[in-house]
């Protein structure tokens, strides 16, 4: 009996922080659905839009330099609280400054947008950090840790556009800001209530490299992989949700119905990928895994091309395109926090999610000046293709092992 309470207490921790993340990530998938259409509502300006999203993409790249140095020098139990109850009050900016300014200039959209997001990766980055701890104090394998919160993540991605679209319905654009700031301050009280905070900080001396998470996941050769196929991978996949399959479904379709079937296709199916990661890491290898999942997404995606006038395919596609990809990210997971030594977890953390994300930028410009010059059948087509080459490339050249392996 107090071996069960025992067990029990000791996982508190763990699933608090679990319920944390999910809370704090199913608030930035309501902001994503909000701020578009706010700015679009209150500008009727589709550059304004796209000003607004590329403010959200600057904060990830900053944390690699400010924020991992940040959870390393000042704990991430303390950051994660900070940047929480910072995102509870700066998500409010921008519905409050066309409230009370009325017309609002791009600089300040772009402004408001960046604060908004300016605090949100270093809390997730210092979140990740503790997740080793507090997996070996409920005494849970990683994968099966990780298999759950990927699981959740990517269910947060699906749901949280749901109910971004619902709350926009029902109490409207502005109101949801407020539920979208709600939920960040009960992932800080959650978090506060059920995660014990740690009291080990490293020395401002040690802190002096601003570069040395980069150059630690450059030097090892698992993070390397991880780093430069994750960026090829949002290259390819955050263009081919975010543009390419709304000018597919809206343009050669004409059906905007389809676009929603798509990415709940996508969604599911990427949930339920993560969910399955701690069963398919005891039957296949990690690099069957990692690269494998890279290979059926980009079939999948250069297949999207072609089938441009059956509706239902690509419906197929997109859950395809969805289903091992979700497998990858608790994958990635486990590998950062077996290879990252406790006193670098900030910066190398930070660092990999700034690496992963930087073409991105690059990605959507490519992908529009693509399409506009071309057709969106021909740029799912390349970047279906890429993403297939990057696979079989990265599997060959950079497989991935097990600790006990190597």
């Not at 089938?307 to 239902?312: C, G, I, K």
Request: hydrophobic share 55%; proline share 5%; aromatic share 8%.
């Amino acid at each position: 009996m107090n071996n069960f309470i025992n067990l029990r207490t000791s996982t508190i921790p763990l699933f608090g922080l679990i319920s944390a993340e999910f809370l704090s990530l199913l608030g930035n998938q309501i902001a994503a659905i909000a701020i578009p259409i706010l700015i679009l509502q209150q500008t009727q300006s589709p550059l304004m839009t796209g000003i607004a999203s590329a403010a959200n993409i600057i904060p990830i790249l900053m944390a690699a330099f400010v924020g991992g140095r940040a959870i390393d020098r000042l704990g991430a139990w303390s950051v994660s609280i900070i940047a929480d109850l910072l995102s509870c009050i700066s998500v409010l900016t921008l519905p409050l400054a066309f409230i009370y300014l009325g017309k609002v200039s791009p600089s300040l959209v772009f402004l408001l947008v960046f604060v908004g997001a300016l605090f949100d990766p270093s809390g997730i980055a210092a979140r990740q950090t503790l997740v080793p701890r507090l997996a070996r104090f409920a005494r849970k394998p990683l994968e099966k840790v990780n298999t759950l919160r990927g699981g959740l993540e990517n269910g947060a991605d699906f749901v949280g556009q749901i109910v971004g679209v619902g709350l926009i319905g029902t109490v409207g654009t502005i109101n949801a800001f407020f539920v979208n700031a709600a939920s960040f301050l009960l992932c800080a009280i959650i978090f506060i209530l059920a995660v014990p905070k740690t009291q080990k900080r490293l020395p401002a001396s040690f802190h002096t490299d601003i570069l040395l998470g980069i150059r630690f996941i450059f030097g090892n050769s698992q993070l390397r992989s991880l780093a430069l196929i994750g960026m090829i991978a949002n290259f390819v996949i955050l263009p081919f949700l975010g543009l390419l399959l709304p000018v597919l479904t809206t343009q050669v379709f004409n059906n905007p119905t389809l676009l929603g079937a798509c990415l709940s296709a996508f969604g599911i199916n990427a949930t339920l990928g993560a969910l399955s990661f701690s069963w398919l890491s005891r039957l296949c290898s990690r690099s069957l895994i990692f690269y494998g999942r890279l290979l059926v997404s980009g079939v999948a995606i250069a297949l999207c091309g072609f089938f441009t006038t059956q509706p239902s395919i690509i419906i197929i596609l997109s859950a395809f395109a969805g289903l091992l990809l979700g497998a990858g990210n608790p994958l990635e997971q486990t590998i950062l926090q077996e290879e990252t030594p406790q006193m670098l977890a900030g910066q190398v953390f930070t660092s990999l999610i700034a690496i992963s994300f930087a073409a991105v930028p690059l990605g959507l410009l490519l992908a529009g000046a693509v399409t506009q010059l071309s057709s969106v059948e021909t740029v799912l087509g390349l970047s279906g293709g890429l993403l297939m080459i990057a696979a079989i490339v990265g599997w060959s050249a950079a497989p991935f092992q097990k600790l006990i392996d190597r």
